[in-house]
């Protein structure tokens, strides 16, 4: 059973607006939570993360919101811009033991120019 | 060369044959991941190495065998294998496994191919 779930398989979004992308998870032991982006023919880049201590991590015009209680987090991307396309993709990682990551099936964001 | 690097890129390959995907890392890492991506699905995680030690197998079939030599070598030895084990297989490095939450950096993959 999936843990990690991006419900939305493609996201568009004009230019200079923001993106927002959601994911959930099911496992409530999960502590640390990434997001990463996939250009084609790449793999995956790390771009944020959040740990189960705070609800909000902001980088640039990245920013990870977390509900622990709606097992939900997202990540904002303000403004958006024609170089974020891409798909992104939620993982979640235990407090201790194996650095073990569980994804999500990814979500694809096009902005549009 | 920087980053996490993988060979092939590419890889079509038989049933019968015995392949291998190399991996390394120039980031002073010590650990390293194997994942495979299948259309459609989420990245799973195959194999996990701490300082040259196996931690994790995450119920591979034994037609896929890893190798690690050094903290900085990767390797997933192929052999007999199916025509639904056509994935893309990625690595990927860490500063240790045993941390929760550590940032793991990806290579580029290798697109394989069985016949």
């Known amino acids: 059973d999936q843990q990690v779930k991006q419900n939305s398989p493609s996201l568009s979004v004009q230019e200079g607006r923001i993106s927002i992308l959601n994911c959930d998870y099911t496992n409530s032991m999960f502590d640390y939570f990434l997001w990463y982006k996939k250009y084609p023919a790449e793999g995956p880049t790390f771009l944020i993360s959040i740990s189960s201590i705070k609800d909000k991590n902001e980088d640039g015009r990245f920013t990870v919101f977390l509900n622990k209680s709606a097992k939900h987090l997202s990540l904002h991307i303000v403004p958006s811009q024609p170089g974020d396309s891409a798909v992104y993709f939620c993982?979640?990682?235990?407090?201790?033991?194996?650095?073990?990551?569980?994804f999500g099936t990814g979500t694809r964001l096009t902005v549009i120019p | 060369e920087t980053g996490v690097t993988q060979t092939p890129r590419h890889l079509v390959m038989g049933m019968t044959n015995k392949k291998s995907l190399k991996c390394e890392q120039h980031?002073?890492?010590?650990?390293m991941y194997w994942y495979k991506q299948s259309a459609k699905k989420p990245l799973e995680l195959m194999f996990v190495y701490n300082f040259k030690e196996q931690t994790e197998n995450n119920s591979v079939p034994s037609r896929f065998s890893p190798e690690c030599p050094n903290s900085s070598h990767l390797f997933l030895h192929l052999h007999t294998l199916q025509p639904e084990d056509s994935a893309l297989y990625l690595c990927?490095?860490?500063?240790?496994?045993?941390?929760?939450?550590?940032?793991?950096?990806f290579g580029p993959g290798t697109r394989l191919t069985v016949l």
């Open positions: 990927a490095s860490s500063q240790d496994s045993a941390s929760g939450g550590a940032a793991q950096y």
């Open positions: 993982a979640a990682s235990g407090r201790t033991g194996a650095n073990n990551l569980f």
């Open positions: 980031l002073g890492h010590n650990a």
